[in-house]
């Protein structure tokens, strides 16, 4: 048998994942599950390699025909620089989860039997996502991510975390059904999906499916205003739930987003440009202020993740090759220092046994002093500051307003900047307080963070840190592929 | 050129020994206090024997430079000039008595290995800031030293450290914002933002785009430098221990902002392009108002570190005075400052830590007599106050010339009655101080603390304020000499302005 050539890749790093879920169910037990992780951890990131090379010496685009039917017909597998951005970001935050998991699902009372199959299947859904080319592929794809991740958030047990998978069921489900709608009516005006041989001209009925779709999207996004459901879920959630929920699941949404509105229906771009930017300002402001109010550590995090999506949005105003660069920049290193920040908001809870801010006076040193770091590091990529992806994100976005002359969104990206500092240095300076006695030092806590744990978020918070010194490769890797809109090729 | 070549990377390899020791430090943990001890002065001293390598270096004319590109045509670049050297060459040598200071001053105190970690971090950045070698760079370095200095300033965790801190934060960090949309406006403008002496600006015309870059950086810098009115933080962040305050205020901090300022005036508007267009003028006026502002508000202050803060804020303003002065001899006077106010200040600092930990006194009233139980410090604080009034032959003396001179050269004579209403209001705010030392009845009995100490506190306290008082005078004293202060400023200026 021959090493697979890049294009069977694509299909490979969706099929793994699934055939571990499968032999996941079949294998129940916590050894098998463990490996299965592990080798599709190596399988995919093998893929991901070779894929890699492959585009970055071609410098164009990877695809695939199923079967070898061409589109319309057939169903076309696809990668580019945002492919693989996203595919990369699912890579490093599923395997550091995992490692979390392996040693905080058994310390909480996980059950494997269920955990692991949904795991592998939410990590097959959001590959499936981030290569497919087409309209109700990806309507699958996203349903089976969310079908899983919904159970996952309920895993634990307990009402709270009941009633918020529910509400998220049933967001996601609307949001389904929203999308579909959109679907049908383009299916029926041109009769094909693949998202990028669709020619959409401005006329009512497909507006009407673009508002459709885009509504059903921004539902699954947890876009504002439809974001209720996030910050319950999120932060009820297991700690690696929450870090591949915020990290990855919500993004596959936004991914999709960027994905129609720059390949399907660009022509309808104008105005609407100004609605999905204007949204995103509202997210950024207001999931900001709302983090600032939390008195829970996770739900601060949560509500951090509802105004951090909305830097996402900022491109379709911005829309630059600049502004590409540094949206792409910040949903990788958001995932990797939220997710990093996830897992170590799950081990100060393991310690503490809630997440509560007023308890957790002075924590800071002794068995939490990796997760301190972790979760530091993680919050000064969140706020924007050097030396992290996120600042590096927040000048590309900044440089990509001054210079189309938009001083307002300028002006946005500065604020929300400083109001993510506000929230994150507030949690921060509890834990430096020392004005009470250290919880940690009640007798008979002689508990400790396993290492597993301590390091897979250390290990997130240190990615999204070093990805500034990889922005060089990045960004070229990022860029192949970018829409036409972006580089100023046609549109507006 | 005679003699060895050292590799072009060193100013790299000179911050790696601070982030090494922090790394190592923060490793090591709380409990193998010797082993943190070693790391910390181990690498003060290669520290700064490299630097002293890079010092002979430069002078013989080598050139430094690092490049990481770091994508969409950003650059870390990382240089060592003679401007560069002037500060990293401070900073070196401070932090190694610092660092002996602090591990006297915590002995016995919680979270030192956080402490230690976070002080080396803040001497990387303060490295990062000297060696950038373009707007870009010195932004990463501005911000992780704000990042750095935070948990110092929060690091006693009662309420008004926290306190303290966050209004530190929230000065430096919309500070930041103000620089950062600045350093971006000029790249979009088109504006080469690496820096070079006489500036990038060639054949761009300054028209009120470039105006509000200049504006937005000099804001964004003036906080960390204390410029009235963006000095508010530097009264309250002294809450923080006495060897942080000094690393604030004679080796970081607020050693930054000044650093930047000359950067944008000198390297990248241009002194005469600058001054050419009106932009020099407000600034010195800012200065001015500044220096004034802080001696008459450092007159009002009953606590010690306070009217120290004040002081720094009238002082530190005398470097950008210097620099926006516009002619080459008041630029002297502004950069030898940097060193001189540096040695003086932390002088003094290391004195009100001495006594504090010692005696227990944190207020002015308190200090009557303090010359008998304590003469050593005391001498020393006297050293540093009459160099700050500018009393020859102390350091502070020589700045102030070279002002006086530079003022009138540039045509500006106010600027002499603006040294001269400062060094009054510095007289008046600093002999009562001394007379109060020296010549008061002192108390009953003191604080019995340290008694049965040979000397008059504990050595590693004593040792390093009396090593930064001899230099503090011993760079006034031979300021004539090929090797001081001053002639390394003149070897700077003439780069500058004859390039």
Same mark, same amino acid.
């Given at each position: 048998?021959?090493?697979?050539?890049?294009?069977?890749?694509?299909?490979?790093?969706?099929?793994?994942?699934?055939?571990?879920?499968?032999?996941?169910?079949?294998?129940?037990?916590?050894?098998?599950?463990?490996?299965?992780?592990?080798?599709?951890?190596?399988?995919?990131?093998?893929?991901?390699?070779?894929?890699?090379?492959?585009?970055?010496?071609?410098?164009?685009?990877?695809?695939?025909?199923?079967?070898?039917?061409?589109?319309?017909?057939?169903?076309?597998?696809?990668?580019?620089?945002?492919?693989?951005?996203?595919?990369?970001?699912?890579?490093?935050?599923?395997?550091?989860?995992?490692?979390?998991?392996?040693?905080?699902?058994?310390?909480?009372?996980?059950?494997?039997?269920?955990?692991?199959?949904?795991?592998?299947?939410?990590?097959?859904?959001?590959?499936?996502?981030?290569?497919?080319?087409?309209?109700?592929?990806?309507?699958?794809?996203?349903?089976?991510?969310?079908?899983?991740?919904? /159970?996952?958030?309920?895993? *634990?047990?307990?009402? %709270?975390?009941?009633?918020? $998978?529910?509400? =998220? !069921? &049933?967001?996601? #489900?609307?949001?389904?059904?929203?999308?579909?709608?959109?679907?049908?009516?383009?299916?029926?005006?041109?009769?094909?999906?693949?998202?990028?041989?669709?020619?959409?001209?401005?006329?009512?009925?497909?507006?009407?499916?673009?508002?459709?779709?885009?509504?059903?999207?921004?539902?699954?996004?947890?876009?504002?205003?439809?974001?209720?459901?996030?910050?319950?879920?999120?932060?009820?959630? /297991?700690?690696?739930?929450? *870090?591949?929920?915020? %990290?990855?699941?919500?993004? $596959?949404?936004? =991914? !999709? &987003?960027?994905? #129609?509105?720059?390949?399907?229906?660009?022509?309808?771009?104008?105005?609407?440009?100004?609605?999905?930017?204007?949204?995103?300002?509202?997210?950024?402001?207001?999931?900001?202020?709302?983090?600032?109010?939390?008195?829970?550590?996770?739900?601060?995090?949560?509500?951090?993740?509802?105004?951090?999506?909305?830097?996402?949005?900022?491109?379709?105003?911005?829309?630059?090759?600049?502004?590409?660069?540094?949206?792409?920049?910040?949903?990788?290193?958001?995932?990797?220092?939220? $997710?990093?920040?996830? !897992?170590?908001?799950?081990?100060?809870?393991?310690?503490?046994?809630?997440?509560?801010?007023?308890?957790?006076?002075?924590?800071?040193?002794?068995?939490?002093?990796?997760?301190?770091?972790?979760?530091?590091?993680?919050?000064?990529?969140?706020?924007?500051?050097?030396?992290?992806?996120?600042?590096?994100?927040?000048?590309?976005?900044?440089?990509?307003?001054?210079?189309?002359?938009?001083?307002?969104?300028?002006?946005?990206?500065?604020?929300?900047?400083?109001?993510?500092?506000?929230?994150?240095?507030?949690?921060?300076?509890?834990?430096?307080?020392?004005?009470?006695?250290?919880?940690?030092?009640?007798?008979?806590?002689?508990?400790?963070?396993?290492?597993?744990?301590?390091?897979?978020?250390?290990?997130?918070?240190?990615?999204?840190?070093?990805?500034?010194?990889?922005?060089?490769?990045?960004?070229?890797?990022?860029?192949?592929?970018?829409?036409?809109?972006?580089?100023?090729?046609?549109?507006? | 050129?005679?003699?060895?070549?050292?590799?072009?990377?060193?100013?790299?390899?000179?911050?790696?020994?601070?982030?090494?020791?922090?790394?190592?430090?923060?490793?090591?943990?709380?409990?193998?206090?010797?082993?943190?001890?070693?790391?910390?002065?181990?690498?003060?001293?290669?520290?700064?024997?490299?630097?002293?390598?890079?010092?002979?270096?430069?002078?013989?004319?080598?050139?430094?430079?690092?490049?990481?590109?770091?994508?969409?045509?950003?650059?870390?670049?990382?240089?060592?000039?003679?401007?560069?050297?002037?500060?990293?060459?401070?900073?070196?040598?401070?932090?190694?008595?610092?660092?002996?200071?602090?591990?006297?001053?915590?002995?016995?105190?919680?979270?030192?290995?956080?402490?230690?970690?976070?002080?080396?971090?803040?001497?990387?950045?303060?490295?990062?800031?000297?060696?950038?070698?373009?707007?870009?760079?010195?932004?990463?370095?501005?911000?992780?030293?704000?990042?750095?200095?935070?948990?110092?300033?929060?690091?006693?965790?009662?309420?008004?450290?926290?306190?303290?801190?966050?209004?530190?934060?929230?000065?430096?960090?919309?500070?930041?914002?103000?620089?950062?949309?600045?350093?971006?406006?000029?790249?979009?403008?088109?504006?080469?933002?690496?820096?070079?002496?006489?500036?990038?600006?060639?054949?761009?015309?300054?028209?009120?785009?470039?105006?509000?870059?200049?504006?937005?950086?000099?804001?964004?810098?003036?906080?960390?430098?204390?410029?009235?009115?963006?000095?508010?933080?530097?009264?309250?962040?002294?809450?923080?221990?006495?060897?942080?305050?000094?690393?604030?205020?004679?080796?970081?901090?607020?050693?930054?902002?000044?650093?930047?300022?000359?950067?944008?005036?000198?390297?990248?508007?241009?002194?005469?392009?600058?001054?050419?267009?009106?932009?020099?003028?407000?600034?010195?006026?800012?200065?001015?108002?500044?220096?004034?502002?802080?001696?008459?508000?450092?007159?009002?202050?009953?606590?010690?570190?306070?009217?120290?803060?004040?002081?720094?804020?009238?002082?530190?303003?005398?470097?950008?005075?210097?620099?926006?002065?516009?002619?080459?001899?008041?630029?002297?006077?502004?950069?030898?400052?940097?060193?001189?106010?540096?040695?003086?200040?932390?002088?003094?600092?290391?004195?009100?830590?001495?006594?504090?930990?010692?005696?227990?006194?944190?207020?002015?009233?308190?200090?009557?007599?303090?010359?008998?139980?304590?003469?050593?410090?005391?001498?020393?604080?006297?050293?540093?106050?009459?160099?700050?009034?500018?009393?020859?032959?102390?350091?502070?003396?020589?700045?102030?010339?070279?002002?006086?001179?530079?003022?009138?050269?540039?045509?500006?004579?106010?600027?002499?009655?603006?040294?001269?209403?400062?060094?009054?209001?510095?007289?008046?705010?600093?002999?009562?101080?001394?007379?109060?030392?020296?010549?008061?009845?002192?108390?009953?009995?003191?604080?019995?603390?340290?008694?049965?100490?040979?000397?008059?506190?504990?050595?590693?306290?004593?040792?390093?304020?009396?090593?930064?008082?001899?230099?503090?005078?011993?760079?006034?004293?031979?300021?004539?000499?090929?090797?001081?202060?001053?002639?390394?400023?003149?070897?700077?200026?003439?780069?500058?302005?004859?390039?």
């Amino acid at each position: 048998m021959s090493v697979p050539g890049p294009s069977q890749w694509l299909v490979l790093i969706v099929f793994v994942p699934l055939l571990a879920a499968v032999a996941a169910v079949l294998w129940p037990g916590r050894g098998a599950g463990r490996w299965l992780t592990v080798l599709t951890g190596l399988l995919t990131g093998g893929g991901l390699l070779s894929l890699s090379a492959r585009l970055l010496d071609a410098g164009e685009p990877v695809t695939h025909a199923l079967g070898g039917w061409p589109t319309p017909l057939g169903i076309a597998l696809y990668a580019d620089g945002l492919s693989l951005a996203m595919l990369w970001l699912t890579w490093v935050v599923m395997s550091a989860a995992s490692w979390h998991a392996d040693a905080y699902n058994p310390a909480h009372g996980i059950d494997e039997a269920l955990f692991r199959p949904l795991w592998l299947a939410c990590w097959c859904a959001l590959n499936a996502v981030f290569v497919s080319g087409d309209l109700f592929n990806v309507y699958v794809v996203l349903e089976i991510s969310t079908l899983a991740a919904v /159970p996952l958030v309920a895993i *634990a047990g307990g009402r %709270a975390a009941l009633t918020a $998978a529910l509400r =998220y !069921l &049933l967001f996601a #489900l609307l949001g389904a059904l929203v999308y579909l709608l959109g679907v049908a009516l383009v299916y029926g005006r041109h009769g094909r999906l693949d998202m990028h041989g669709l020619e959409i001209t401005p006329e009512p009925a497909m507006l009407l499916a673009a508002g459709l779709v885009t509504a059903g999207l921004m539902a699954k996004a947890a876009l504002v205003p439809m974001h209720v459901w996030l910050p319950p879920a999120h932060s009820r959630a /297991p700690a690696p739930v929450s *870090a591949i929920l915020s %990290a990855l699941v919500v993004k $596959a949404a936004v =991914y !999709l &987003l960027l994905r #129609l509105w720059t390949w399907t229906w660009p022509e309808l771009i104008n105005g609407a440009a100004w609605v999905l930017g204007g949204l995103g300002a509202v997210a950024m402001i207001h999931g900001s202020v709302l983090a600032l109010l939390q008195v829970r550590l996770k739900r601060v995090v949560a509500y951090s993740t509802v105004a951090q999506l909305g830097y996402l949005l900022l491109v379709f105003p911005l829309a630059s090759l600049l502004a590409w660069q540094g949206v792409v920049m910040h949903a990788v290193s958001h995932g990797l220092a939220k $997710a990093g920040f996830f !897992l170590a908001a799950g081990n100060i809870m393991h310690l503490l046994g809630h997440d509560r801010l007023q308890g957790m006076r002075g924590i800071s040193g002794g068995p939490l002093a990796l997760t301190m770091f972790a979760l530091a590091l993680s919050a000064v990529s969140l706020m924007g500051l050097p030396p992290s992806g996120g600042f590096l994100a927040k000048w590309l976005l900044l440089q990509a307003a001054l210079e189309a002359g938009a001083w307002g969104w300028a002006a946005l990206l500065l604020i929300a900047g400083l109001l993510a500092a506000a929230y994150l240095f507030r949690v921060l300076a509890i834990l430096l307080a020392r004005d009470t006695p250290d919880p940690l030092a009640a007798p008979g806590s002689d508990r400790h963070v396993p290492t597993a744990m301590a390091w897979s978020a250390l290990t997130l918070a240190l990615g999204s840190a070093v990805l500034a010194f990889a922005g060089e490769p990045l960004l070229r890797l990022f860029s192949i592929g970018s829409p036409d809109i972006m580089t100023g090729s046609t549109g507006p | 050129m005679t003699g060895f070549t050292l590799p072009a990377a060193m100013p790299l390899y000179t911050m790696a020994t601070s982030l090494v020791a922090a790394v190592l430090i923060f490793a090591l943990g709380e409990t193998r206090g010797r082993a943190r001890t070693v790391v910390n002065v181990a690498a003060a001293v290669v520290k700064l024997l490299f630097v002293f390598a890079m010092l002979v270096a430069v002078w013989q004319g080598q050139e430094f430079e690092v490049r990481l590109p770091m994508g969409a045509g950003l650059e870390l670049l990382l240089i060592a000039d003679a401007l560069s050297l002037l500060f990293i060459t401070l900073s070196a040598l401070l932090w190694l008595l610092t660092t002996v200071y602090a591990i006297g001053y915590l002995e016995g105190a919680p979270q030192r290995a956080r402490f230690f970690g976070f002080f080396s971090l803040c001497v990387a950045a303060t490295m990062g800031i000297a060696s950038a070698g373009n707007l870009f760079t010195f932004f990463i370095f501005y911000e992780l030293l704000t990042l750095a200095t935070y948990p110092l300033v929060a690091h006693r965790g009662t309420a008004d450290a926290l306190r303290g801190a966050r209004v530190y934060l929230a000065y430096t960090l919309a500070g930041g914002v103000a620089l950062l949309a600045g350093i971006v406006w000029l790249e979009v403008l088109g504006v080469d933002t690496t820096f070079t002496p006489g500036g990038q600006l060639d054949d761009h015309d300054v028209g009120p785009a470039l105006r509000g870059a200049y504006w937005l950086l000099i804001a964004g810098i003036g906080v960390k430098a204390a410029m009235v009115p963006l000095h508010g933080w530097l009264p309250i962040a002294m809450v923080a221990p006495a060897p942080v305050s000094a690393l604030l205020h004679a080796v970081a901090v607020v050693k930054a902002g000044a650093f930047g300022i000359v950067r944008v005036v000198l390297d990248v508007y241009g002194s005469e392009r600058a001054g050419a267009e009106g932009l020099l003028l407000p600034l010195a006026v800012l200065a001015a108002i500044t220096i004034i502002w802080g001696s008459v508000r450092a007159l009002a202050q009953r606590d010690i570190k306070k009217r120290l803060a004040y002081s720094t804020v009238s002082q530190v303003s005398y470097i950008t005075l210097g620099i926006a002065l516009g002619g080459p001899v008041a630029a002297v006077g502004g950069l030898v400052h940097l060193v001189h106010q540096g040695l003086m200040k932390i002088t003094l600092f290391f004195c009100a830590g001495n006594w504090a930990e010692t005696l227990e006194i944190k207020r002015i009233d308190q200090l009557n007599g303090v010359g008998r139980r304590m003469p050593l410090t005391t001498a020393a604080f006297t050293i540093g106050a009459l160099g700050m009034i500018g009393m020859p032959p102390v350091a502070g003396f020589i700045s102030k010339w070279y002002l006086g001179l530079g003022a009138l050269q540039a045509g500006a004579p106010w600027a002499v009655a603006v040294l001269v209403a400062s060094t009054l209001l510095n007289a008046a705010y600093f002999l009562p101080v001394l007379a109060r030392a020296w010549f008061a009845p002192p108390p009953e009995h003191w604080h019995e603390r340290f008694d049965g100490l040979r000397a008059e506190t504990l050595l590693a306290l004593l040792i390093p304020t009396l090593l930064v008082a001899a230099a503090a005078l011993a760079v006034g004293v031979f300021a004539a000499l090929g090797a001081s202060p001053l002639a390394w400023a003149e070897f700077i200026i003439r780069e500058e302005y004859l390039p």
